[in-house]
């Protein structure tokens, strides 16, 4: 389930980051709906970072099965 968040949190990044180029090629940088597509990006990266880092390390989770059996 917790792969499944950091997937579905990728696509947006990606999705975002798509739109905004393509609305900023249209219409410049300082557009307001780019610079609202940048700061939902921001949100997204930094959920993805932060969610990603808090992960447990597959190496431990393997440890701990093995301590546990």
Known sequence: MLL???????????EYQQAMYDLAKAKGLNDPQVL???QKLDKEIVFFQN???NLPNVSTIGKLRLAKS
């Open 36 to 38: 609202s597509i940048s």
């Open 4 to 14: 499944l968040k950091l997937v579905q949190t990728e696509k947006k990044i990606k």
């Open 51 to 53: 969610f990603a880092i």
